[in-house]
Nanobody
């Protein structure tokens, strides 16, 4: 089993930055690609960003490209989502997810492990 724990969420103003962290524990050798998703009230879960096992490939949803950066430190079993120039529309619960295969994916159904989520609220 794999456990993912997110941290770093909070309440910020538009234009501010936050860095989310996702710490993995347990059978971490079964983790390959990782991703971040978010869900705002009344909306469906949305893909945000994904990163390959060695970090060589990343992929972002258009609405965050250029503002958010996903990275990982495999030695620490942790991945990060640096969020800059935050906007009110970025407000959501952010979830970390991991796959048991190397290929990155934007579809949440392809992820095997999930964290409990961390709230990000951006005020205008």
């Amino acid at each position: 089993q794999v456990q993912l724990v997110e941290s770093g969420g909070g309440l910020v103003q538009a234009g501010d930055s936050l860095r989310l962290s996702c710490a993995a524990s347990g059978r971490t050798f079964s983790i390959y690609a990782m991703g971040w998703f978010r869900q705002a009230p009344g909306k469906e879960r949305e893909f945000v960003a994904a990163i390959s096992w060695r970090g060589g490939s990343t992929y972002y949803v258009d609405s965050v490209r250029g503002r958010f950066t996903i990275s990982r430190d495999n030695a620490k079993n942790t991945d990060y989502l640096q969020m800059n120039s935050l906007k009110p529309e970025d407000t959501a619960v952010y979830y970390c997810a991991a796959r048991s295969v190397p290929r990155i994916l934007a579809d949440w159904q392809g992820y095997d492990f999930w964290g409990q989520g961390t709230q990000v609220t951006v005020s205008s």
